[in-house]
């Protein structure tokens, strides 16, 4: 008896060792196929995660996604990246590229293997850092303008294409008793304000770094700033507290006879069940005054330089950016926002067009978009001028003392 | 003797615990502070003195965030004692009726501080918000609840005493239960109106608990982070960053050094406040002569 028993636990003592050894492999085979994907969450994460299958399906490679939302991305990839962290790949807004470029895998070799002639250049180049890329273009987004068609019929006006006319239209469209507003813009601290300052002052010869300097105070730059503090009197009148999707709101109500948003904001607005002016609108590249500066956006995808499976990584990235992945995105259902495409080859077909009503705009205004400074700094570069932004729509600042503060800011983040 | 010796040794874990989860990582803050340490750079970390703390004595921005930290902590702390002992006097009654009351009054100590922070977000929401709407309808409104700069920080103020108020009725509720009811009636037989047995018997035996609840409070209103966070991060314009903010971003943008910075700063003027507030209310009283 004392035998048999010795006999059992002896057994259960091989199948527990057995266990372990089998499940101590299986992780191990399951490891070299599993990749972390860092990636923005809500809007855009939707239209990933109804594809995700189909990748794992077809390549055996599951995709564990780690989702943060915008204000909070670029602070845990930093933080991820330069502390060894775990990500596999990174979901990045371009201008997070340079500062993480130190962490990132150089991708020169492997986008050879692509067939970048049907990539639009520009979101090309939003991937590459100091002649290295780093990043492979997936969701391209652009400022474009957007305008009620029924509103401008009405008052017999046409869409503006410079910011006098912008201005003369928000000002014949704004009538705040019917509480139909001119324009919506944020004017708060949010990022958006500072990025809706900039677009007016690039528009006017202006240059946030020129040189290796900061180059926003300037006549350009106080011409850019005056016409963006003249168009929040034709603002509906809670706009220092907006942010992207009060934008949105603004339009989606009917409130707002345009908007300046970026086209990922785009799709909600013509959505029937969220948006009372769905099918009324018009979209249109941005106003230009001396010089036409859509301000370029795209999200992209790169590998971590200590990243174990980087051949599993490249596969998810091509996959992200290739025409089958871009055109599911562009006509996903999607209730909140969209991803796009880089390629020529998806914004030109019939279906993207009968899906985004804004493609053509959005075609356009990507070839001919400019770029924020390509800088390690620029995340630096950017809160400062979204600091002095709010502080400038708050009354704490006059123009010429914000020009100058963010001038100040941008040369003792560059050590000038 | 030898038993003595051998107790001391029952101490080691709670030290050990004490050095590993408070010390060790106060110590490491403090190190990091004295370095040029910017994540984007791993490979220049300068040993820079205290030059991330001289710096703030020079930066506008972080005088200004002081400044607003400690209205924010003194107009939200005061509002939420002065209400707390008021509802706390008033569930010391014997009202049955009041007692229902009470769990409901316990509520908002239950909802996490970023998701009421997000709720009163969309009741502030200018066009969409309830509060707005309520307000038009009586003739008081609209209020630029968020984006005006004086109202924000009575709105971020609102919502903190909102959160916290509760958490206050509940220390000082606790501390008036307990107080001997012997004291009262002779007071009462003595002839002392109710204001005179508040002043001279309710507020002296209180005073401890009183102490503790404002500083808890204070502390905590002084690291305050989510809700103004999630309500208008750090806006209109600087009216609303604290200095909790400021630390928030230097982090984010990975400036580890001048982050851990603010940090020891931060505790250093906790501590200091919680000494001057501890040395003010318990000074020796004055034997009477």
């Not at chain 1, 266990?19 to 994907?37: C, E, M, R």
């Not at chain 1, 969209?338 to 959005?362: G, N, W």
């Not at chain 2, 924000?152 to 107080?179: C, H, K, N």
Request: proline share 6%; glycine share 8%; hydrophobic share 50%.
């Amino acid at each position: 008896m004392r035998i048999s028993r010795n006999v059992r636990y002896l057994a259960v003592a091989v199948l527990v060792v057995l266990a372990i050894a089998s499940g101590s492999d299986a992780p191990a085979s399951a490891q070299a196929k599993t990749i972390t994907l860092s990636m923005l969450a809500g809007y855009k994460e939707d239209v990933l995660r109804a594809n995700l299958p189909e990748f794992e399906k077809k390549t055996g490679i599951k995709v564990v996604v780690d989702a943060a939302p915008f204000g909070d991305l670029y602070k845990k990839q930093l933080l991820s990246l330069s502390t060894g962290g775990r990500y596999d790949v990174l979901f990045m807004d371009e201008p997070w590229i340079p500062p993480l470029s130190e962490f990132l895998l150089p991708l020169n070799e492997r986008m050879k293997t692509l067939d970048t002639a049907d990539f639009i250049p520009t979101t090309v180049a939003s991937g590459a850092f100091q002649g290295t890329q780093y990043a492979v273009p997936v969701d391209p987004n652009v400022q474009l303008l957007v305008y009620r068609k029924d509103l401008f019929e009405q008052k017999g006006l046409k869409p503006p294409t410079t910011w006098d006319e912008l201005l003369a239209d928000a000002k014949a469209l704004h009538d705040p008793a019917k509480q139909q507003y001119g324009i919506a813009i944020t004017a708060s601290s949010d990022i958006q304000t500072a990025l809706y300052m900039l677009l007016a002052m690039w528009s006017y010869g202006a240059e946030l770094v020129d040189g290796g300097k900061g180059s926003l105070n300037s006549a350009a730059g106080k011409k850019g700033g005056e016409v963006f503090l003249e168009l929040l009197k034709y603002t509906p009148p809670n706009v220092k507290s907006y942010n992207f999707a009060d934008v949105n709101k603004a339009i989606q109500l009917g409130q707002a006879a345009m908007a300046i948003q970026w086209a990922s904001g785009a799709k909600p607005m013509e959505d029937k069940q969220r948006s009372s002016v769905a099918g009324k609108l018009g979209y249109a590249q941005v106003p230009k005054a001396v010089r036409q500066t859509p301000m370029r956006g795209v999200w992209t995808v790169g590998i971590a330089k200590n990243s174990a499976n980087q051949d599993a990584a490249w596969q998810f990235a091509t996959w992200l950016s290739g025409r089958e992945f871009g055109q599911a995105a562009v006509t996903f259902p999607s209730a909140t926002s969209a991803i796009h495409s880089p390629r020529f080859s998806v914004l030109k077909d019939p279906a993207t067009k009968a899906a985004l009503p804004y493609a053509d705009a959005l075609l356009v205004s990507l070839q001919i978009t400019k770029e924020r400074p390509r800088l390690r700094e620029y995340a630096d570069i950017q809160e400062n001028l979204r600091v002095t932004a709010g502080k400038l729509t708050a009354g704490e600042l006059t123009l010429e003392a914000a020009l100058k503060e963010i001038d100040a800011g941008t040369n003792r983040i560059l050590g000038k | 003797m030898a038993a003595g010796r051998a107790g001391r040794w029952f101490l080691l874990p709670g030290l050990v615990f004490l050095f590993a989860i408070d010390l060790v990582p106060l110590a490491y803050s403090c190190w990091v502070s004295f370095y040029n340490w910017w994540l984007i750079r791993p490979r220049d970390i300068r040993f820079v003195g205290l030059a991330n703390y001289t710096r703030f004595a020079d930066d506008p921005e972080f005088t200004r965030a002081v400044v607003v930290t400690t209205l924010f902590t003194v107009g939200a702390v005061l509002v939420e004692f002065l209400a707390g002992l008021a509802l706390a006097l008033l569930f010391a009654q014997p009202f049955k009726f009041l007692r229902p009351i009470r769990v409901l009054l316990l509520l908002p100590l239950f909802v996490v501080p970023v998701v009421g922070a997000t709720m009163w977000r969309v009741i502030f929401h200018p066009e969409l918000g309830v509060l707005n709407y309520y307000l038009a309808a009586t003739g008081l409104g609209p209020l630029p609840w968020l984006s005006d700069p004086r109202l924000a920080l009575v709105s971020i103020t609102l919502v903190d005493a909102w959160r916290t108020i509760p958490f206050m009725f509940l220390v000082m509720y606790a501390g008036l239960e307990v107080l001997p009811a012997e004291l009262f009636e002779a007071a009462a037989v003595d002839g002392a109106s109710a204001w005179q047995s508040f002043r001279h018997i309710t507020v002296p035996l209180l005073t401890y608990i009183m102490l503790l609840a404002v500083l808890i409070r204070g502390m905590d209103a002084f690291r305050e982070f989510d809700i103004i966070f999630v309500l208008t991060g750090g806006g209109p314009g600087t009216a609303t960053q604290t200095i909790q903010i400021l630390n928030y971003r230097a982090f984010g943008l990975g400036h580890m050094g001048e982050a851990n910075a603010i940090g020891i700063v931060t505790l250093i003027i906790v501590a200091v406040m919680c000494y001057v507030l501890m040395r003010a209310v318990l000074r020796p009283q004055a034997a009477p002569s």
